[in-house]
């Protein structure tokens, strides 16, 4: 291994050069050598700081340059989907002026926008082109940046910090006991948190990341994830929908160890069935909660309450802390009392970004945020999401939880939903307009609520990002 001047996030250098750091579905490869490699040629590559926009794929190209970026100190890149609508680009382009941009090779839509971009490096699949704009003064410490969740036109993003990534690594390799023979499947993007944590979490133990950009119905997807011998699964709830649907449950996939799910509330039942699944077949399954403010995740619920106490979040990612306040803020210590649910640990990040000069602040949170979501504990310190503090109406005077009626909705009426509305009315919309009588039935006898208050609307999909998660703004 190359001997080199400088300390690589999460250690990478001190990885044997030759083990495998990434394998993808297209047959690309990638080393841990090369990883480290090719962080210390970008950084020789620039004499300062410099922001860069990544439009990536999930490929090893992918995950090459968005850690030999973050690796290098030098480029601190925006990590973008590579398929971000052209507006949206455009609008992220105007407010940042990033120095540099890199995308795949076949990527022509930056062509008109920069018709006369050099192209400076050309590796795994994606070029760097310099767009003519100088870099923004970027903080020292300032690692990457990620959008918003479910951001379709806000130039808001999350700043990170290299020891935000470091903390994070090391806290979800610690309560899921990752190691270095791991092997896990990885379906979520990279732009997004929780599959970016997933990189960070794996490369702290040398792990081998399987990653595609396939569809869960291909069934490329399948063989790869069968003949590469995939050890872990994460995914979001609509992932584990469309699982159940293809009849996971009866596939032979013996080298599966662990099943994780984040990204937001996963369905009573569905998430029962997967518990059980795991539990009966001697393996692992552990639901996650978390934020992009918090580089992914802020709680699990460890395997062995999985079943019993299905539905938490569970307790505290190691090195975090949970705790609840009051509307005064005092902190709530009884168990059962709802209260605002805040997270410390070195995982929060620094806050967010709307603008060029926001990209030389420094920490704004200091290791503290409130997360948004009422919650509560029980005697055993397991915490359980109530809803989002935004996510609730009054109905006739009766406190009315959005997000509860579409866990009801879902459990009752076996179909999805998309809750929305004002205290003049709940407007619920969903897919299959067989359902619209049960539907409205359902949330009249569950929450003894006149049926007025209830309007139910059919339209052919509910608006999701590309990590599932419901797009209640386009509705």
């Known amino acids: 291994m190359a001997v080199h001047q400088y300390k690589m996030i999460l250690d990478i250098n001190n990885i044997h050069s030759g083990q495998l750091a990434a394998i993808d579905s297209e047959g690309g490869r990638l080393t841990y050598g090369e990883l480290t490699d090719f962080a210390c040629f970008l950084q020789k590559q620039f004499i300062q700081r410099e922001l860069c926009f990544l439009l990536t794929g999930n490929d090893t190209g992918g995950i090459k340059w968005a850690i030999g970026m973050i690796g290098s100190q030098k480029l601190v890149p925006l990590i973008l989907n590579e398929k971000t609508d052209t507006q949206l680009l455009n609008n992220l382009i105007d407010t940042y002026q990033p120095a540099y941009i890199c995308c795949h090779d076949s990527n022509n839509k930056l062509q008109e926008r920069f018709t006369d971009a050099t192209e400076i490096i050309n590796d795994k699949g994606y070029k760097l082109l310099k767009t003519g704009f100088s870099s923004p003064e970027l903080f020292a410490d300032l690692s990457h940046l990620l959008p918003t969740s479910g951001s379709t036109g806000s130039p808001k993003l999350v700043r990170h910090c290299y020891d935000n990534i470091e903390a994070a690594a090391l806290n979800i390799s610690t309560f899921f006991e990752l190691k270095s023979a791991d092997r896990p499947l990885m379906v979520l993007p990279l732009y997004y948190t929780m599959g970016l944590?997933?990189?960070?979490?794996?490369?702290?133990?040398?792990?081998?990341?399987?990653?595609?950009?396939?569809?869960?119905?291909?069934?490329?997807?399948?063989?790869?994830?069968?003949?590469?011998?995939?050890?872990?699964?994460?995914?979001?709830?609509?992932?584990?929908?469309?699982?159940?649907?293809?009849?996971?449950?009866?596939?032979?996939?013996?080298?599966?160890?662990?099943?994780?799910?984040?990204?937001?509330?996963?369905?009573?039942?569905?998430?029962?069935?997967?518990?059980?699944?795991?539990?009966?077949?001697?393996?692992?399954?552990?639901?996650?909660?978390?934020?992009?403010?918090?580089?992914?995740?802020?709680?699990?619920?460890?395997?062995?309450?999985?079943?019993?106490?299905?539905?938490?979040?569970?307790?505290?990612?190691?090195?975090?802390?949970?705790?609840?306040?009051?509307?005064?803020?005092?902190?709530?210590?009884?168990?059962?009392?709802?209260?605002?649910?805040?997270?410390?640990?070195?995982?929060?990040?620094?806050?967010?970004?709307?603008?060029?000069?926001?990209?030389?602040?420094?920490?704004?949170?200091?290791?503290?945020?409130?997360?948004?979501?009422?919650?509560?504990?029980?005697?055993?310190?397991?915490?359980?999401?109530?809803?989002?503090?935004?996510?609730?109406?009054?109905?006739?005077?009766?406190?009315?939880?959005?997000?509860?009626?579409?866990?009801?909705?879902?459990?009752?009426?076996?179909?999805?939903?998309?809750?929305?509305?004002?205290?003049?009315?709940?407007?619920?919309?969903?897919?299959?307009?067989d359902k619209t009588t049960l539907v409205k039935q359902t949330l009249i006898d569950k929450t003894h609520i006149v049926a007025t208050s209830f309007e139910i609307r059919v339209i052919e999909e509910i608006p999701k990002n590309e990590a599932g998660k419901k797009l209640y703004s386009k509705l």
Request: charged share 25%; glycine share 10%; proline share 2%.
């Open 197 to 433: 944590s997933m990189v960070f979490s794996h490369f702290k133990v040398g792990a081998t990341i399987l990653i595609t950009g396939r569809n869960m119905t291909d069934a490329v997807f399948w063989q790869f994830m069968k003949s590469q011998k995939a050890t872990s699964f994460t995914g979001v709830p609509y992932s584990f929908q469309i699982l159940d649907m293809m009849r996971f449950f009866r596939m032979d996939i013996p080298d599966l160890e662990l099943l994780t799910q984040g990204g937001g509330k996963m369905e009573k039942n569905l998430n029962l069935k997967f518990a059980q699944w795991c539990q009966e077949k001697g393996k692992r399954w552990i639901a996650t909660y978390g934020q992009s403010e918090c580089t992914a995740r802020m709680a699990y619920l460890p395997a062995k309450w999985a079943v019993e106490k299905v539905g938490s979040i569970g307790i505290a990612v190691p090195n975090g802390e949970l705790l609840l306040i009051d509307a005064n803020g005092n902190s709530i210590t009884t168990p059962h009392t709802e209260g605002e649910m805040c997270y410390r640990g070195r995982n929060v990040t620094m806050g967010y970004a709307t603008c060029r000069e926001d990209m030389n602040k420094g920490d704004e949170r200091h290791g503290f945020i409130k997360t948004g979501d009422l919650a509560y504990f029980d005697e055993d310190g397991c915490y359980y999401i109530v809803g989002r503090l935004g996510r609730f109406i009054k109905l006739f005077g009766m406190r009315v939880g959005l997000d509860e009626c579409e866990q009801i909705i879902a459990s009752e009426c076996k179909t999805e939903s998309a809750c929305v509305g004002t205290d003049e009315k709940m407007i619920v919309y969903i897919t299959d307009a």
